[in-house]
T-cell receptor, first 116, second 115 residues
Framework: AQKVTQTQTSISVVEKTTVTMDCVYE???????LFWYKQTASGEIVFLIRQDSYKKENATVGHYSLNFQKPKSSIGLIITATQIEDSAVYFC?????????????FGRGTRLQVYA | EAAVTQSPRNKVAVTGGKVTLSCNQTNNHNNMYWYRQDTGHGLRLIHYSYGAGSTEKGDIPDGYKASRPSQENFSLILELATPSQTSVYFC??????????????FGEGSRLIVV
């Protein structure tokens, strides 16, 4: 069965610095999709970025980028030039190709606190 | 303007009572999903739907039913609510196909307390 593990429960950083959040996954499938979602203090959950397993290039969207290390089954989220508003809980998620579109397995989340 | 809206946002129910959580989406997405979020568990999929009239079981469907009467609406039904169903429930929509099909758009969440 697939599994997504986020070992960091919380991280605190000073604004304008770079932070990396870890995520490792387990899957028997050779084709899968990896995602990061952000949950704000209000509870809103928004999609940030995705990585398809067959792509070698790390995905980048704005000040979010991924560190995809397929041999290690690892997909780290990197946030550069952090801002106070980046304070939130970040979830890593995975979908294996045979699964239903949108049938995601989520990690337990990492809480990021950015302070001035 | 929010494209996925849930109601009620907060609900207190009694054990054994019936609870219906409603979700409406204006994204014109084919797929809709119900997840629950519990401390220490992340989000877990309860039921999903491919379109009007369709409902499918997710990873943790026991104790829940779902209804998709139209493209826009998807309900989660707890026929006999139990305290273990106390949680925050999120509805989401997704295109269901194509490259963007895996991107989900979530509602604001519905907090349910069963006493």
């Amino acid at each position: 069965a697939q599994k997504v593990t986020q070992t960091q429960t919380s991280i605190s950083v000073v604004e304008k610095t770079t932070v990396t959040m870890d995520c490792v996954y387990e899957t028997r499938d050779s084709s899968y999709f990896l995602f990061w979602y952000k949950q704000t203090a209000s509870g809103e959950i928004v999609f940030l970025i995705r990585q398809d397993s067959y792509k070698k290039e790390n995905a980048t969207v704005g000040h979010y980028s991924l560190n995809f290390q397929k041999p290690k089954s690892s997909i780290g989220l990197i946030i550069t030039a952090t801002q106070i508003e980046d304070s939130a809980v970040y979830f890593c998620a995975m979908r294996e190709r045979p699964q239903v579109v949108g049938q995601l397995t989520f990690g337990r989340g990492t809480r990021l606190q950015v302070y001035a | 303007e929010a494209a996925v809206t849930q109601s009620p946002r907060n609900k207190v129910a009694v054990t054994g009572g019936k609870v219906t959580l409603s979700c409406n989406q204006t994204n014109n997405h084919n797929n809709m999903y119900w997840y629950r979020q519990d401390t220490g568990h992340g989000l877990r999929l309860i039921h999903y739907s491919y379109g009007a009239g369709s409902t499918e079981k997710g990873d943790i469907p026991d104790g829940y039913k779902a209804s998709r009467p139209s493209q826009e609406n998807f309900s989660l039904i707890l026929e006999l609510a139990t305290p273990s169903q106390t949680s925050v429930y999120f509805c989401a929509s997704g295109a269901g196909t194509g490259y963007s099909g895996n991107t989900l758009y979530f509602g604001e969440g519905s907090r349910l307390i069963v006493v």
